[in-house]
């Protein structure tokens, strides 16, 4: 059919009235490549390519529905007027007249409102529910649809619902008697035959009889049910039933319909006598192999009277050779406004389908996406793959944000320490054919000056810098330059700009602010409804926002900066390249505004590699974590290093461990502190097989109180591992440019949790803590302590302060663990036996404890979960989530530690820290040992010079100190001969006192002169 006058009339009005906004995307320049470009972000990145010139899904498995590629430069406003969205299209299968039916392209608008952060709302995909937008779509046959995503319901194709099926838009379940977490009845009612409801299971297994109730919306002749099986197993197939319909749903009578239904997986369907009713009720008797669960995949009524579905007759046989048109028109003050798609065939200009849709103008807010939908793929139909190509986007409704752009650079990090320079930045995945290298630029004296150029390193894509005699002392302002031409031979230059700060050194305080566990969705992921609007946590905008409030001079990020798994996907472990990449971006776009200026500090943890826990093992290759080892293949694991750790000062011993896996373990001198860098899980010992049977079955878990838990410390196991012990030995003596030390590292040397999970089950030890080994724990510590390193970490999705003890309570170093950015797996810490030497009226948990190894910890404070914290979400506050802040001040050679909720505005004066919190102590508290006796006291003629202490004997430091100010009484801990250095190994300045005798007393001074 030929354009009617309204729609001519409309899109006259559109060409005519071209406003900045209008904008047409086209990948006809662009190389191949997975990523489709920087307007854009795919889900999943793995999910979309560009090839030959067009935009393609390359997703066509069942399981990977409605994938969306959003547009991140325009977006939907909440003013009246006009849009169109125009995209030519087609099938990019093999053989387009083989696919399913059920699968569909075409657009989702209105994602995430004007309530979400565009970048928030460019995540949703797949999963219906508030904040997911409308749906507008063409089958393969041409047939159009317009859904309103964010409501439950189906994008079944109606050729394969049963025939005579009653029409399921208005039905909802109101009664079910059980269900497995995840499994809803709900899904009997979607249209997926890959989604079920399944009866309890996991905790409890609840016997026949099982029922569900649906409630029609209206009163239904009905004349017959089907049924859907779960296709994949024979297990809660339905054996014997009983159907019932009822007027209103509390009286019942006698079933219409009762007996046996096969074993089969085949769509089932039962006649009935014809009955009037509303509701409608099946009941599973029994199941096959007499199971006591009841499993299914779909349900549907048979009927005589009422909408009953009819399927559509194919409007075209290939799609190839049209365009998609979705257009709307808000009127001022009207609480209406009207959707039209149509389906246009290019040569004539014909309108060959055209469909309609009322919403209200709010829904007409929000992002917009390209959307690709496989349908349900059988191996006689594949699912349908479409490609997409010359993407316009028209009218005042639309608003465009070229500020938004992402990529090809995604971010940067960057350390200073000792006059180096190293800076890595992260880039999309850019094609083959694309230009392979990078540029860094610095300003001076109001010019660029390009200071170097670097390959980017695939896979992983980083540009890593390095650069020697930098000026530390200026802040200067630099970019990252990638410049390609595209198919056309067109030059593309693309600019990411920071700033690298001046080398704080005569600044008193230096600020460090602490993150672990960067979730990025709530736990329901993956459950429909599923609330987009309350359960998308990235991109922790108000982290960054409170952050920023401290001023931070350093950030270090422990570890979990993205989860394999529901954040925001599975792990998909075949393109796990790919996948993690995909997760790796969204942390590098939410904390880019940080990293961009001030020097960060990131190290990966278990979730960064795609496994629940890290024993690394040295490197070795692993079946399972809990053997030792990295599951995934070495070339995956050095990508994460890279892409995470790159930037970090030269690895201390950069000789590779096995599988050729590198180490990044190091130390950083920046603002007079000298920070240790530590792998604190790629050389420990594996746990499963290398203990005395210990009467837990988790080969990593503890929780038989008859085991000893002494056992465990298995002589020859490895902590941080002899390497790491040498490098923490040699820092711990090394002053030059530090005033005061700090170790950073993924988890504390406790078992800092008593309780564990959504249910926080009570667990005597976990092996995956650094509690455990204990000798390998006592020699990390012992290592830092001779140093009075602070040692700040994370991990544990609870933020504790603790002193450790190793031959006795609080003889050693103080660790502030920080709370997860979010996290949905809960752990407290509430031993049974009360703390001793606790403050009068403190909990029982605080005080002075043995923890699940035996390990001395005093605990101080604990964010345990339990209060409602009177914030919405509730699934990310009462998880108390949040960031650390540790003050080191130089001066007062003091250490102040911060634990802030994620809500708390820092800014406001009324905003707290969690309770517990700020905790303040001395830099000597980190080594609070007992004295046995003491040295001579040192007077010196400078201001803090560097102090160590040496055993004659056995040649050990026993500790090294920049003391504050000029007089130091040297305490040691065993009678004997000890040697005394006075440096000021900034100046290159030292003395030695050989042959002094320790005494339990008072024992002279020493006065000594550095100057020359």
């Known amino acids: 059919m030929k354009l009617s006058p309204i729609v001519a009339f409309f899109a006259a009005v559109l060409c005519l009235s071209v406003s900045a906004e209008d904008h047409t995307f086209n990948w006809s320049s662009t190389h191949s ?41 325009h977006r939907l406003n909440d003013q009246a007027g006009r849009f169109q969205l125009d995209i030519t299209l087609g099938l990019a299968n093999e053989n387009p007249a083989t696919v399913n039916p059920h699968g569909l392209a075409g657009f989702l608008i209105g994602v995430g409102g004007d309530s979400m952060d565009y970048r928030a709302a ?91 109730t649906i409630d029609m919306g209206q009163t239904n002749v009905i004349n017959g049910f089907a049924y859907q099986p779960r296709k994949s197993n024979v297990s809660g197939r339905i054996l014997k039933y009983a159907f019932y319909i009822s007027a209103d749903g509390e009286t019942w009578g006698d079933p219409v319909a009762a007996g046996s239904l096969p ?6 369907q039962v006649s009935c006598e014809t009955a009037k009713g509303r509701f ?65 065939n290019i040569a004539s200009g014909d309108v060959v389908q055209s469909l309609s849709y009322k919403t209200a103008p709010t829904r007409l807010i929000g992002n917009v996406a390209l959307v690709s939908h496989p349908g349900q793929a059988s191996d006689t139909h594949p699912g349908c793959r479409f490609w997409f190509q010359d993407w316009q986007l028209r009218g005042n409704k639309i608003s465009a944000f070229s500020q938004r752009r992402l990529g090809p650079v995604i971010g940067a990090q960057h350390t200073i320490s000792r006059q180096r320079l190293k800076l890595t930045a992260q880039l999309a995945p850019i094609g083959a054919d694309d230009v392979q290298e990078a540029h860094l630029e610095i300003q001076r004296d109001d010019q660029w000056v390009r200071v170097a150029t670097t390959t980017i390193i695939v896979p992983g894509y980083t540009a890593p810098f390095a650069i020697d005699n930098w000026e530390s002392n200026k802040t200067t302002p630099y970019r990252v330059v990638y410049e390609t031409r595209d198919r056309s031979g067109q030059l593309q230059t693309s600019v990411f700009a920071g700033t690298i700060r001046r080398d704080p050194v005569d600044k008193q305080q230096i600020v460090v602010a602490g993150f672990t566990g960067n979730h990025n969705v709530s736990h329901d992921i993956g459950r429909q409804p599923f609330d987009w609007r309350n359960g998308m946590w990235f991109p922790h905008q108000e982290i960054s926002d409170h952050v920023t409030a401290h001023k931070p001079d350093v950030l270090f990020f422990s570890g979990d900066q993205l989860y394999e798994g529901r954040s925001p996907t599975f792990p998909d472990t075949q393109n796990i390249l790919l996948d993690y ?51 995934h293949p070495a070339e995956f694991v050095k990508m994460v290093d890279r892409t995470q ?47 005395p049977p210990t009467g837990t079955a988790r080969p990593d878990h503890i929780n038989n109180p008859e085991f000893d838990v002494l056992k465990a410390d298995v002589p020859g196991l490895k902590l941080l591992g002899d390497r790491q012990l040498t490098f923490l030995e040699d820092w711990s003596g090394d002053w030059k440019g530090a005033d005061m030390k700090m170790a950073l590292s993924q988890t504390i040397f406790a078992n800092m949790a008593t309780h564990h999970g959504g249910g926080l089950q009570y667990l005597i030890a976990d092996l995956d803590s650094n509690g455990w080994p204990q000798t390998g724990r006592n020699k990390a510590i012992s290592a830092l302590r001779k140093g009075f390193a602070f040692h700040l970490a994370g991990d544990q999705h609870l933020a504790t302060i603790v002193h450790h003890g190793v031959e006795e309570h609080n003889n050693s170093i103080w660790s502030f663990c920080v709370p997860s950015i979010a996290n949905f797996y809960p752990r407290m810490w509430q031993p049974k036996i009360a703390g001793v030497n606790r403050p009068p009226g403190a909990p029982t948990w605080q005080g002075e404890h043995f923890d699940g190894f035996g390990n001395r910890v005093t605990v101080y404070a604990a964010t345990n979960p339990g209060p409602d914290m009177g914030r919405e979400p509730k699934a990310l506050h009462n998880g108390m989530p949040g960031y650390g802040i540790v003050i080191m001040d130089k001066g007062k050679r003091t250490i102040k530690m911060e634990c802030w909720p994620r809500f708390a505005d820092p800014t406001d004066p009324t905003a707290r820290p969690y309770p517990g919190w700020p905790k303040t102590i001395n830099q000597t508290d980190n080594y609070l040992r007992k004295a046995v006796a003491f040295l001579p006291t040192i007077e010196t003629d400078i201001d803090n010079p560097v102090i160590q202490v040496v055993n004659d004997k056995t040649a050990e430091v026993i500790y090294t100190i920049r003391i504050n100010g000029r007089q130091f009484s040297p305490k040691v801990f065993a009678a004997g001969i000890y040697t005394i250095v006075v440096s000021e190994p900034d100046k290159g300045w030292a003395q030695s006192f050989k042959n002094i005798k320790a005494m339990p007393g008072a024992n002279g001074k020493i006065a000594v002169t550095l100057t020359p």
């Open 33 to 73: 490549r997975t990523w489709a470009g920087t307007d854009f972000w795919a889900n999943r990145l793995q999910d979309w390519a560009v090839r030959d010139g067009r935009l393609e899904c390359i997703a066509g498995q069942s399981r990977l529905g409605v994938r969306t590629l959003h547009t991140l430069t």
């Open 122 to 212: 460019a995540i949703v995909h797949q999963y219906r529910g508030p904040g997911a937008g409308i749906l507008a779509g063409v089958r393969p046959n041409g047939s159009l649809i317009i859904q309103d995503f964010e409501q439950l319901g189906t994008l079944q194709y109606v050729a394969d619902v049963p025939s005579g099926s009653l029409n399921r838009e208005k039905w909802k379940i109101v009664d079910v008697d059980s269900i497995e977490t995840g499994s809803p009845a709900a899904n009997i009612l979607d249209g997926n035959d890959n989604t079920i409801w399944h009866t309890q299971w996991k905790t409890a297994k609840p016997k026949h009889p099982h029922h569900v």
């Open 263 to 268: 074993e089969g997986g085949e769509l089932q």
């Open 280 to 344: 409608l009720k099946l009941v599973a008797l029994s199941s096959h192999l007499d199971r006591p669960s009841t499993v299914m995949a779909e349900f549907y009524a048979l009927g005589q009277q009422g909408t009953v579905v009819e399927p559509a007759p194919p409007v075209v046989d290939t799609l190839a050779g049209h365009r998609l048109r979705l257009y709307g028109f808000v009127r001022p003050e009207e609480d209406q406004a009207t959707l039209t798609l149509d389906l246009i």
């Open 581 to 631: 990449l995909y997760k790796w971006y969204l942390w590098s776009w939410a904390y880019r505004d940080l990293t961009r200026d001030i020097p960060t500090v990131t190290i990966p943890d278990d979730h960064d590699v795609f496994q629940g826990n890290v024993w690394g093992e040295g490197g070795r290759k692993a079946v399972r974590d809990h053997f030792g080892g990295y599951v």
């Open 645 to 691: 750790t790159s930037h970090l000062p030269d690895a201390y011993d950069p000789t590779k461990i096995d599988q050729g896996i590198g180490v990044y373990y190091t130390s950083m001198t920046y603002g007079r502190i000298s920070f240790a860098i530590l792998e604190d899980r790629k050389f420990k010992s594996g746990c499963a097989g290398r203990l």
